[in-house]
């Protein structure tokens, strides 16, 4: 399969998940509230492909892969073509979308974005169950001398790990990074909390910021901006052990934290191995804490040759956890709740300039991304896929008439007065709804072509 074809097959599998997704959410609830649904399409414009099911649906394929829409019977619809009148039973006409309830009718609205967030949790889920927690900590290698610090008291060292931000955990080392991209544009004091080696307790060290990450290459790189190089080490814990390894055969378990070797002080993973290397074929005491109790072990040390010809000290393990499937869900769904958070955070400073306007990709963009992801595995195109699906869910719930969001707010204001707005204002603000979506799409495409071309 040559590139291009990668790029172009990964590229609509992606787009016709996620639009299948969000709009069946729409049409599942229209079905349980009893709506008729007139069609059902994945793709827009002209039809390529259809069905009718026994409800009278039409399920169809539309030639151009950006989106999809589901019909519903309205009063509207009826009073402009009367002609689908005779086509529909006698409760479909009773049953219309506007004819229901405005809680329903706000269900059905919702439904799709909601659908897109679910599948970003199942995602999620699968990934986390199948792939091991790596356990990695963010520590602080370099400084920039020129940080403002808060106090005169406050200061940094290498060797510091970065447990939270202002008031948000760093769970994941990419946290990190979406953390302090929410801060573009802010004048003030970041809080770093930090785990500092031979302190029991954390440190909280405040970093004034003037006009923080101002243009599109600080936000690239927000750990760079703010004066900070980090690297990224594996906690000691053992996820895994091979069988009849020198590890194996001394009896060291999965989840077990190795804290000595040889009374030398363990703080990574890194460390294990620099001090394993240099003891090939040899007996090491290994001080490790399983279940909360602090035991001792000996380890007869493996050996390895390498390329370079010399033998080193191997043990048989690796590193990370693995997660149950309550951990997994349980991940997954802050996940969701979080990266949601972060991006209607990232559409707001795009709006208040804050942010560049030039991080907007359109089906460019997208097909890029998809090609890229897809080459490199499975794992990372189901990732963009949730990612995506994040970003559609929340997107569709901005209140922009003709979105999801512009939808419940103007159920909202028809609650509110009694009655739906007058039809003149009503086309006035679906058709600005309309141009401004045509809007930012021109843009995006725009963004894209600047970007790759």
């Not at 996620?18 to 709009?23: A, D, F, G, P, R």
């Amino acid at each position: 399969m040559t590139t291009s074809i990668i790029y172009i097959v990964s590229f609509i599998a992606l787009l016709g998940v996620l639009v299948t997704i969000h709009e069946y959410g729409h049409f599942k609830f229209a079905r349980i509230f009893n709506v008729h649904v007139q069609r059902f399409s994945i793709g827009m414009g002209p039809v390529i492909y259809k069905r009718l099911d026994k409800h009278g649906t039409e399920f169809a394929i539309s030639a151009l892969p950006l989106g999809g829409y589901v019909s519903m019977i309205t009063d509207k619809l009826i009073e402009l073509e009367p002609e689908t009148k005779e086509q529909l039973t006698e409760d479909q006409i009773k049953n219309t979308f506007d004819s229901k309830p405005k809680w329903q009718r706000a269900i059905i609205m919702f439904a799709g974005p909601l659908a897109n967030f679910l599948l970003s949790i199942l995602i999620f889920s699968l990934i986390f169950f199948n792939t091991p927690d790596p356990q990695t900590t963010a520590v602080i290698k370099g400084i920039d001398g020129s940080l403002s610090f808060e106090s005169s008291n406050d200061f940094l060292l290498p060797g510091d790990e970065i447990v939270a931000i202002n008031s948000s955990n760093i769970s994941d080392p990419k946290d990190i990074s979406l953390e302090l991209l929410s801060y573009a544009g802010y004048s003030g004091t970041i809080h770093l909390v930090i785990k500092r080696v031979d302190i029991d307790s954390n440190i909280n060290i405040g970093i004034n910021v003037e006009n923080f990450l101002p243009t599109s290459e600080s936000q690239a790189n927000p750990i760079k901006h703010l004066g900070l190089d980090l690297e990224y080490k594996m906690k000691p814990i053992i996820g895994s052990v091979i069988s009849n390894g020198p590890a194996d055969n001394a009896n060291l378990k999965a989840n077990d934290v190795i804290s000595r070797i040889n009374n030398i002080e363990i703080e990574y993973a890194s460390d294990i191995r620099k001090v394993v290397s240099k003891l090939p074929n040899e007996t090491a005491f290994f001080d490790i804490y399983r279940d909360d109790r602090l035991i001792q072990l000996p380890v007869e040390i493996g050996s390895s040759i390498q390329d370079d010809s010399k033998e080193y000290g191997i043990i048989g393990v690796s590193f990370g956890t693995s997660r149950s499937i309550f951990e997994s869900f349980s991940k997954a769904i802050y996940e969701t709740y979080n990266l949601s958070l972060k991006t209607l955070q990232f559409i707001g400073k795009m709006i208040t300039g804050n942010m560049g306007t030039e991080n907007l990709s359109g089906p460019i963009g997208i097909a890029q991304m998809a090609g890229n992801t897809a080459q490199a595995g499975f794992i990372p195109f189901m990732y963009l896929m949730a990612l995506l699906s994040i970003s559609l869910g929340v997107l569709n719930l901005l209140p922009i008439p003709v979105l999801d969001g512009g939808q419940l707010v103007l159920l909202s204001i028809e609650a509110i007065r009694g009655k739906p707005l007058e039809e003149k204002i009503e086309n006035f603000i679906y058709t600005s709804g309309a141009l401004l979506v045509g809007a930012l799409i021109i843009f995006a495409i725009f963004n894209d072509i600047s970007r790759f071309f």
